[in-house]
């Protein structure tokens, strides 16, 4: 069982920056890939940004020269660095992490952008 904490979510406001945190922990906990997805009100979750264990990412177009995926392998850790952020960011964001065939999932940490 991989077990997978988020933080650093809170109040910033417009153009603002914030890191957001996730670590993977448990046996075989070597994560494949690593992601950040957002679930806007009555909305289906939408993947912003991930990366794989090589160093490959993806963003989505909406976040694209603003936001910055990076992970630790060592640390089984993955962040994601927002800069310039807009109140449209205003969101719940969840890690995602793939070990092998299985996906596991936070339970999210909230970033909400004043204007």
């Known amino acids: 069982q991989v077990q997978v904490v988020e933080s650093g979510g809170g109040l910033v406001q417009a153009g603002g920056s914030l890191t957001l945190s996730c670590v993977a922990s448990?046996?075989?906990?070597?994560?494949?890939?690593m992601g950040w997805y957002r679930q806007p009100p009555g909305k289906q979750r939408e993947s912003v940004a991930g990366?794989?264990?090589?160093?490959?990412?993806n963003y989505a177009d909406s976040v694209k020269g603003r936001f910055t995926i990076s992970r630790d392998n060592a640390k089984n850790t993955v962040y994601l660095q927002m800069n310039s952020l807009k109140p449209e960011d205003t969101c719940v964001y969840y890690c995602?992490?793939?070990?092998?065939?299985?996906?596991?999932w936070g339970q999210g940490t909230q970033v909400t952008v004043s204007s």
């Open positions: 990366i794989w264990r090589g160093g490959t990412t």
């Open positions: 448990g046996s075989d906990s070597s994560a494949d890939y």
């Open positions: 995602m992490v793939r070990v092998h065939t299985s996906t596991y």
